[in-house]
């Protein structure tokens, strides 16, 4: 085999897994349904139930709503992504720190109406993963970073029956939507393969629609004491679209028909809300997350495009809500959520377990509607990481942090 073709394999190779990792990776979750959990570091969102956006995290909650209800809203995710220290055999000066995050807007919509006093149904429009970094163009490791931007779209229709004064049932569909750009080259003039033009190792535009379901109970211990319990299954979608690539195995460029399986994670949540008094009320969250239902990537052709190692993640939430007086209620919150990643890292996942740190307001217009606002500063931790699974290796440091904003207007009828 020649170098230019070992070359090739190699760099291919290296360029699908890690763009297959980003699109999946613990990252791509989103918690940004709404500015209301956002403010409380979505401590207690599976059962709270002061706005319909509950609707999102746990459809029997639908069941505590005794009139129509709406809520609109929008949140920016503002990622600090860094990759410094990073050394590399095509750069043997050393590469200059990396800025790889960016600022995504997550609008969402619900709507909840009560038909009578045992049924509810509700509709919401939102996201539950969503992600995007990218290199510079003149990155010499780009065989390793490149472009990826990955969206989703929930559409949710969910209905709600109260079983008796204690217990209440509910379920719904989602239709998720799901729209993805991938790339992988090796910058021009890197090696003497690519003196005037760069070499593409992967260029991917691809969107799919896929259906999903969830099921959830409340318990209402008492007017002041509730717990939410909920379950979302989470379908594997699959993205068609425009999708070159060189396969490994030949060395050759190849323009594929297949679709690429993207599988998204189950995940299950717990919640409970319990008023203290008429001015405070504590509430928290535990939540379960599936990745480690990702032993694998392919394309409907049978292209095995990934192996991975990953394991569940888990978010521990707890927050509480001051309700000042009429006009005013305060919130905030703490969680601690784990990395999906284990064995496997990448300067393009820079992935680890992270805080938030959670504070929010609302401020009520009248006594039909309010505007929500909530902000959380996300901290992450510094990652050794080192990849080799292309020609050349990389190492680096990797750290993500990030600003999480949110504003909302819900009003009941």
């Known amino acids: 085999m020649n170098k230019k073709r070992l070359f090739t394999q190699s ?43 509950v609707m999102s995290r746990n459809a029997a909650a639908m ?10 809203g929008i949140n920016a995710v503002n990622t600090d992504i860094n990759v410094k220290n990073a050394k590399y055999p095509l750069a043997p000066k050393g590469l200059d720190d990396a800025q790889i995050g960016d600022t995504s807007y997550v609008p969402n919509i619900y709507y909840i109406h009560p038909i009578n006093e045992k049924w509810t149904v509700g509709a919401g429009v939102y996201s539950n993963f969503g992600t995007k970094t990218e290199f510079d163009d003149n990155y010499a490791a780009n065989e390793y970073g490149g472009l990826t931007d ?43 393969l690519n003196p005037n033009k760069d070499i593409t190792l992967l260029d991917v535009d691809a969107d799919g629609i896929a259906l999903g379901w969830n099921v959830g109970t409340v318990y209402e211990l008492n007017e002041d004491n509730r717990f939410g319990l ?28 297949d679709k690429l399986k993207m599988p998204l994670p189950d ?12 001015l405070f009320a504590v509430h928290y969250s535990v939540q379960w997350i599936r990745w480690s239902e990702f032993d694998k990537l392919e394309t409907t052709g049978g292209d095995v495009l990934n192996n991975y190692n990953w394991q569940d993640g888990w ?3 707890l927050g509480g809500t001051y ?27 820079p992935d680890s377990d992270r805080q938030w740190f959670s504070g929010g307001f609302t401020y009520h217009l009248d006594s039909k509607s309010n505007i929500d606002v909530g902000v959380t500063y996300l901290v992450g931790k510094d990652v ?30």
């Not at 069941?63 to 609109?72: E, I, R, T, V, Y």
């Not at 679209?241 to 594929?256: E, F």
């Not at 990849?387 to 680096?396: K, N």
């Not at 440091?397 to 009828?413: K, M």
């Open 323 to 349: 309700y000042l007086n009429n006009d005013w209620t305060l919130r905030a919150g703490y969680m601690y959520d784990t990395s999906a990643q284990d064995q496997k890292t990448s300067i393009s996942v």
């Open 315 to 317: 978010h521990y939430a």
């Open 150 to 192: 990955v969206k989703s779209v929930n559409f949710a229709l969910s209905t709600a029956y109260r079983i008796n004064e204690q217990w209440s049932i509910g379920g719904g569909l989602d239709v998720i939507y799901g729209a993805g750009k991938l790339q992988r080259f090796v910058p021009e003039g890197r090696t003497p």
């Open 11 to 53: 760099m291919v190779a290296a360029a699908i897994t890690l763009a297959s990792q980003q699109a999946l990776a613990a990252g791509f979750q989103l918690n940004a349904q709404s500015a209301t959990g956002l403010g409380r570091a979505f401590a207690g969102d599976a059962v709270i139930a002061d706005n319909a956006s």
């Open 63 to 72: 069941a505590l709503f005794d009139k129509p209800a709406m809520s609109l």
């Open 384 to 413: 050794e990481v080192k990849e080799e699974t292309g020609l050349f290796p990389v190492t680096a440091t990797t750290r993500a942090n990030a600003w999480l904003y949110g504003i909302q207007y819900s009003r009941s009828f």
């Open 267 to 278: 995940m299950a949540e717990f919640s409970g809300y319990h008023r203290l008094n008429q």
């Open 230 to 257: 909920s379950y979302r299954y989470s379908p594997e979608l699959e993205a068609k679209g425009d999708m070159t690539y060189i396969k490994a195995q030949s060395g050759n460029p190849n323009i594929s028909d």
